[in-house]
T-cell receptor, first 108, second 115 residues
Framework: GQNIDQPTEMTATEGAIVQINCTYQ??????LFWYQQHAGEAPTFLSY????GLEEKGRFSSFLSRSKGYSYLLLKELQMKDSASYLC?????????FGKGTMLLVSP | SQTIHQWPATLVQPVGSPLSLECTVE??????LYWYRQAAGRGLQLLFY??????ISSEVPQNLSASRPQDRQFILSSKKLLLSDSGFYLC????FGTGSSYEQYFGPGTRLTVT
């Protein structure tokens, strides 16, 4: 079976750094994705990790440890527009399984 | 470039009425296609996926069904809607392969309210 856990909500201040954690237990592993979803909109791709380590892309970085079943998304220099839900998703043998998402609220 | 379309954008239907949601993809061939539902306070739930015309895999038993009559067309249907069918329905596509080819691209979604 597939199980993905991430915090329900987080708050942070504009300009700060925030780390959103994700732990997973899955049958098969072919990579982990992070998606961003603004309210009422479709998810959009942020990052993909299949090997252990850190992937950096601008203000966003994603880390993976396969042995620990653990990933995090790091957001730097937070902006108000970063207020959104962040979805962790793992691809097993053929399909993506999503976590319930972490709602991030960025305040001035 | 590839684009994915869904319609309608919003829908209000009474309990017991039929449903048909359509999704089409442009700019690619032989995509994998997916239907997800996102209910309030819950994560994205995979309902159906298809790797080719006429091939449908169901992930969750329910009163919904899916069909893929053409390579780039995916339809979600129900004969009789339930209140619990309310939610945000998302269609997605991916090009099967390795690495980030597993990435899925989502359509704009349909907000369904069953009353």
């Amino acid at each position: 079976g597939q199980n993905i856990d991430q915090p329900t909500e987080m708050t942070a201040t504009e300009g700060a750094i925030v780390q959103i954690n994700c732990t997973y237990q899955t049958s098969g592993f072919n990579g982990l994705f992070w998606y961003q979803q603004h309210a009422g909109e479709a998810p959009t791709f942020l990052s993909y990790n299949v090997l252990d380590g850190l992937e950096e892309k601008g203000r966003f970085s994603s880390f993976l440890s396969r042995s620990k079943g653990y990933s995090y998304l790091l957001l730097k220099e937070l902006q108000m527009k970063d207020s959104a839900s962040y979805l962790c998703a793992v691809i097993g043998y053929s399909t993506l399984t999503f976590g319930k998402g972490t709602m991030l609220l960025v305040s001035p | 470039s590839q684009t994915i379309h869904q319609w309608p954008a919003t829908l209000v239907q009474p309990v017991g009425s039929p449903l048909s949601l359509e999704c089409t993809v442009e700019g690619t061939s032989n995509p994998n296609l997916y239907w997800y539902r996102q209910a309030a306070g819950r994560g994205l739930q995979l309902l159906f996926y298809s790797v080719g015309i006429g091939q449908i895999s169901s992930e969750v038993p329910q009163n919904l069904s899916a069909s893929r009559p053409q390579d780039r067309q995916f339809i979600l249907s129900s004969k009789k809607l339930l209140l619990s069918d309310s939610g945000f329905y998302l269609c997605a596509w991916s090009q099967f392969g390795t690495g980030s080819s597993y990435e899925q691209y989502f359509g704009p979604g349909t907000r369904l309210t069953v009353t």
